[in-house]
């Protein structure tokens, strides 16, 4: 498969446009799965995957060849994913009052989907509580928790996707690994 | 309750990465035999990555690759020169260079209207005329630029005239060579013969030197 990946990576840099029309349907649903799973919502994570291939055909010269594809496709999905939940995340401290109340801080303003009460939770199936549980883990053992169990990459590959010393990734699995027990746990 | 090594834990994560040693694992198994807590926590790490990893794949929107398709830029055109640069960034930059130089050289030919001439302490200039009196010697190269010279004396070396006519009396002599430039092509070749001179001692010295 990789062969022929790398082929029709050549003719998309010869200039035939269609050739990556295959790419695109052989990794969709990988790199789909990996911004639902980062983002935790459909309509964002089609636009962020739809714009990695975009971005991916735009800047397909400087992939090196002698690299697999899927890492580079990977990290520009990841990337993107990272920059949208960045920008979401609000420029305020929660623990700051709320101005014109008294003692009333931004922890009472969160949304209702940040964190669900206990019985909502116990009554979610559970393909939706694992999604719940993935998106309340923090953001640097987020993806590599998508990466190591929804996407099954190894760690090696893991480490290359996100630029980042195997020993660093290996410590994160085991602690997003902890965390992930402890929410179930503690449900 | 006595206090389990905080290895083990590290072992239990081992395992499950499927890069534990066979020796760690006999320690991990040992352990968890005498050890309700660390099975219990085992239990559960393990029941949390079964969970997540067998949760159901999801399936990106139908009209995906479609709406990829859509979104794409027109394809570049860059089997023309930007391409072949980009290929061949050495080849660009002396194709560059030669440009430049070649450039300066035709400015140079096409700028340098101005009359302007070796200066010799025994020749007479009238108007853009150099002259050369019957009777004086001139010592050394001549070179005279837009303008005429007029030989009727002696001249003990090369003359060149570039744009311009060269005159020479019945009584003219020159011991070295003598060339008048008119074009482009002879203006580039002059040049380099001086390059070349410069660089290379000529071997006409050579000789002189021999005799």
Same mark, same amino acid.
């Given at each position: 498969m990789?062969e022929l990946?790398?082929?029709?990576?050549?003719?998309?840099?010869n200039?035939n446009?269609?050739a990556?029309?295959?790419?695109?349907?052989?990794?969709?649903?990988?790199?789909?799965q990996?911004c639902?799973?980062?983002?935790?919502?459909?309509? #964002?994570?089609? $636009?962020?995957? %739809?714009e990695?291939?975009? +971005?991916?055909?735009?800047n397909?010269? @400087?992939?090196?060849?002698? /690299?697999k594809?899927?890492?580079?496709?990977?990290?520009i999905a990841?990337?993107?994913?990272?920059?949208?939940?960045?920008?979401k995340?609000p420029?305020?401290?929660?623990?700051?009052?709320?101005p014109?109340?008294?003692?009333?801080?931004?922890?009472?303003?969160i949304?209702a989907?940040?964190?669900?009460?206990?019985?909502?939770?116990?009554?979610m #199936?559970?393909? $939706?509580?694992? %999604?719940?549980?993935?998106? +309340?883990?923090?953001?640097?053992?987020? @993806?590599?928790?998508?990466? /190591?169990?929804?996407?099954?990459?190894?760690?090696?590959?893991?480490?290359?996707?996100l630029e980042?010393?195997?020993?660093t990734v290996?410590?994160?699995?085991?602690?997003?690994?902890?965390?992930?027990?402890?929410?179930?746990?503690?449900? | 309750m006595?206090?389990?090594p905080?290895h083990?834990?590290?072992?239990?994560?081992?395992?499950?990465?499927?890069?534990?040693?066979?020796?760690?694992e006999?320690?991990?198994?040992?352990?968890?035999?005498?050890?309700?807590?660390?099975?219990?926590?085992?239990?559960?790490?393990?029941?949390t990555?079964?969970?997540f990893?067998?949760?159901?794949?999801?399936?990106?929107p139908?009209?995906?690759?479609?709406?990829?398709m859509?979104?794409?830029?027109?394809?570049?055109k860059?089997?023309?020169?930007k391409k072949w640069?980009r290929q061949?960034p050495?080849?660009?930059?002396?194709?560059?260079?030669?440009?430049?130089?070649?450039a300066?050289?035709?400015s140079?030919?096409e700028?340098?209207?101005?009359?302007?001439?070796?200066?010799?302490?025994?020749i007479?200039?009238?108007g853009?005329?150099?002259?050369v009196?019957?009777?004086?010697?001139?010592k050394g190269?001549?070179?005279?630029?837009?303008?005429?010279?007029?030989?009727e004396?002696?001249?003990?070396?090369d003359?060149?005239v570039?744009r311009?006519?060269?005159?020479?009396?019945?009584?003219?002599?020159?011991?070295?060579?003598?060339?008048?430039?008119?074009?482009?092509?002879?203006?580039l070749?002059?040049?380099?013969?001086?390059?070349?001179?410069e660089?290379i001692?000529?071997?006409?010295?050579?000789?002189?030197?021999?005799?």
């Open positions: 990789d990946i790398t082929k029709r990576v050549k003719e998309v840099l200039g446009q269609d990556f029309e295959e790419i695109v349907i052989h990794f969709q649903h990988r790199l789909y990996v639902y799973r980062m983002l935790n919502n459909a309509a #964002e994570a089609e $636009d962020i995957a %739809q990695a291939f975009v +971005r991916a055909y735009v397909l010269e @400087t992939f090196d060849q002698k /690299r594809f899927s890492t580079w496709l990977y990290r990841t990337n993107l994913c990272i920059d949208r939940i960045r920008k995340k420029d305020y401290y929660l623990d700051a009052q709320v014109g109340t008294e003692g009333l801080d931004m922890y009472s303003q949304a989907d940040q964190r669900l009460p206990e019985e909502e939770v116990e009554k #199936e559970m393909k $939706d509580r694992i %999604q719940y549980e993935v998106s +309340r883990l923090p953001d640097k053992y987020r @993806t590599i928790i998508i990466l /190591r169990y929804m996407e099954d990459l190894q760690l090696q590959e893991i480490a290359d996707i980042m010393p195997l020993g290996k410590t994160r699995v085991h602690r997003g690994r902890e965390a992930l027990r402890q929410q179930m746990g503690s449900m | 006595e206090k389990c905080k083990v834990v590290h072992y239990m994560h081992a395992f499950l990465d499927g890069e534990i040693s066979s020796e760690e006999k320690i991990l198994t040992k352990h968890l035999e005498s050890c309700e807590d660390c099975k219990a926590l085992m239990e559960e790490l393990e029941q990555e079964t969970l990893e067998n949760v159901a794949t999801v399936q990106a139908s009209g995906f690759t479609n709406n990829v859509a979104r794409l830029p027109q394809p570049i860059q089997k023309g020169p640069l061949h050495m080849m660009a930059a002396a194709a560059l260079f030669l440009i430049l130089m070649s300066s050289f035709f140079s030919f700028n340098e209207q101005q009359f302007s001439f070796t200066k010799q302490p025994n007479i200039v009238e853009e005329t150099v002259i009196p019957a009777g004086e010697v001139v190269d001549l070179v005279v630029k837009n303008g005429d010279l007029r030989i004396g002696e001249v003990d070396g003359v060149t570039i311009g006519s060269k005159y020479m009396a019945s009584t003219a002599v020159i011991t070295g060579s003598s060339e008048e430039i008119d074009e482009v092509f002879d203006w070749w002059y040049k380099i013969k001086s390059v070349a001179k660089v001692p000529s071997s006409k010295d050579d000789k002189s030197n021999n005799e």
